[in-house]
């Protein structure tokens, strides 16, 4: 069941990337969250710091709200109050829209279904489902796989992990042949831009004209810095600027709501936002 919908929904993205619309704007200026996994107090920062800045025409966030935090329903609400603000899916949403749990050996990413770890995964998933119920799933729903903009003559586009797939970013090898494609169907353009978030570490590489970015993670980095993260990608006369803001939230919230509401995997979430890398200690 979930392969298919997996499958079906990548066929459509695919469909869809293959339009580009020619954008009619020489500058824009993008605000970018990214794996915010319901960690409320360090969302509510991350958009702090957005509001402060005066030249942001779009906000877009690349996917991975709900699952694992301990504030789906509030972080929902918070995110629905951003104004025009672009969603992209992220494979955690992807679960809760698939209903991961009810698979006969649920598993993600590649984990053994066995591993104690990766059954409380799943159970962490099914509990923020039911907290989020219809109205998170409508919400999931209408995110989008990817999207892609033109400024200038500079494409971007934006992923959770990468337009194929949603639990993997492109390699080098694959990224170039994005670009390839891109510029051959596209001559006019003569950068490209591939940003994503999923590994919640950051990546900045520059080959030739191709640039893939990622900011870390906005909720839960794992990068041995606790701090937030928070993006601003500007295009102007073809040269990109990409500035990430790594901030200081109030990780004690967190911490405390996770203790409180005790969501399955809490312990070891407790742990990742502490030590900002992954713990596989249940």
């Not at 999923?198 to 870390?216: A, D, F, K, M, Y």
């Not at 990409?242 to 995997?265: A, C, G, H, N, S």
């Amino acid at each position: 069941k979930c392969e298919n919908c997996h499958n079906n929904i990548y066929l459509l993205a695919q469909r869809n990337l293959k339009k580009v619309y020619l954008g009619t704007m020489d500058t824009k200026t993008f605000a970018i969250i990214t794996d915010i996994h319901s960690n409320l107090a360090s969302l509510e920062k991350a958009l702090a710091i957005i509001d402060e800045k005066e030249n942001i025409d779009q906000v877009i966030c690349l996917g991975d709200c709900f699952a694992l935090g301990p504030e789906p329903e509030a972080t929902l609400k918070k995110l629905k109050s951003i104004p025009d603000c672009i969603f992209i899916r992220g494979n955690h949403d992807r679960y809760l829209i698939e209903k991961l749990w009810e698979d006969e050996l649920p598993s993600l990413e590649g984990m053994d279904p066995y591993d104690p770890i990766c059954k409380a995964i799943v159970q962490n998933e099914k509990w923020t489902a039911e907290l989020l119920g219809d109205e998170g799933r409508e919400f999931c729903n209408k995110m989008k796989i990817a999207h892609r903009e033109i400024v200038g003559k500079t494409l971007i586009e934006f992923t959770h992990a990468w337009y194929k797939r949603d639990d993997k970013p492109p390699s080098v090898e694959e990224a170039l042949h994005w670009r390839d494609n891109i510029i051959k169907t596209n001559p006019e353009i003569e950068k490209t831009v591939f940003i994503h978030g999923h590994v919640h570490v950051p990546r900045h590489q520059i080959i030739e004209n191709l640039t893939i970015l990622c900011q870390g993670a906005t909720g839960l980095p794992f990068d041995r810095d606790q701090r937030g993260a928070v993006a601003f990608l500007s295009v102007a006369n073809n040269e990109v600027h990409w500035e990430v803001d790594r901030y200081e939230y109030d990780k004690d919230i967190t911490t405390e709501q996770l203790e409180k509401r005790k969501p399955p995997f809490f312990t070891n979430l407790k742990n990742t936002i502490k030590f900002a890398s992954i713990r596989n200690d249940l």
